[in-house]
């Protein structure tokens, strides 16, 4: 994948986000796309950065911090960490991520507010939607007592989810309407605007941006398929 070929799928990308915001009565620009970027080489951020985005989501903090030092010349870039966060790895992720879009224990955050506490971490509390499947996120009925146990020492932006697998992208509707209800009847019951919802990836982002996410995270459909 050449630089003028990310661009090339960056437009198609961005196109049908704004598809997507008109179809759904949004307003143009009311979604931040964010580059999901792990396992990708710095030449390829490089050309995504030269084609406009400015906002990459990384997985595993070590990856982050390597590749921030080898991309320390790109002005105004922003990171969010999307991936699984470990406590013992708090401690220099909280300094690193203009947005931590991963954060699923109280045990986290405290760590994170023992080493930032003005201005506190950014965060979205990252909710277990499909239940067993994935062992990350918290469970749909902890997410009301975790915000309030972590909201005096991080700030809490919003939400982010990872539908379960499934046949389509419309199988994850449903999931993403239960993540908007929830950020809405929390935001009400916690007194938070709570105002990020992140949900949506190259195969669903669509419908994600139909359902109210105000952040999604593309890998695939910019970069292709991820080296191994
Ligand atoms: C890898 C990843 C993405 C992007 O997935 P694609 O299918 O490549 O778009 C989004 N969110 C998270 C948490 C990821 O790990």
């Not at 469970?139 to 982010?160: C, F, K, S, T, Y």
């Not at 009400?188 to 996410?213: K, Q, R, T, Y």
Request: positive net charge; hydrophobic residues 45%; aromatic residues 4%.
């Amino acid at each position: 994948m050449d630089a003028a070929e990310i661009a090339a799928r960056l437009d198609a990308v961005r196109k049908r986000i704004e598809a997507a915001l008109r179809r759904a009565g949004r307003a143009e620009g009311s979604v931040r796309l964010v580059a999901a970027s792990k396992m990708q080489s710095v030449q390829m951020m490089r050309a995504a950065y030269a084609a406009g985005v400015r906002d990459f989501g990384e997985n595993y903090v070590q990856e982050a911090l390597a590749k921030q030092a080898q991309l320390s010349d790109l002005e105004r870039i922003r990171w969010h960490l999307i991936g699984h966060l470990q406590t013992n790895k708090a401690k220099v992720a909280a300094g690193a991520f203009h947005l931590i879009q991963s954060l699923d224990s109280i045990r986290l955050a405290g760590a994170l507010a023992r080493v930032r506490r003005d201005p506190p971490a950014a965060v979205l509390v990252e909710v277990n939607l499909g239940g067993e499947g994935s062992k990350t996120g918290v469970a749909p009925n902890q997410v009301e007592d975790l915000i309030n146990a972590i909201r005096n020492q991080v700030e809490v932006r919003g939400l982010m989810a990872i539908p379960p697998p499934g046949p389509d992208c419309e199988f994850s509707r449903r999931y993403f309407v239960q993540l908007r209800r929830m950020r809405e009847r929390l935001a009400a019951a916690c007194g938070l605007a709570l105002s990020e919802l992140s949900m949506g990836m190259s195969d669903d982002f669509e419908v994600a941006i139909e359902e109210g996410a105000t952040i999604v995270r593309v890998g695939r459909a910019i970069f292709g398929e991820r080296p191994r």
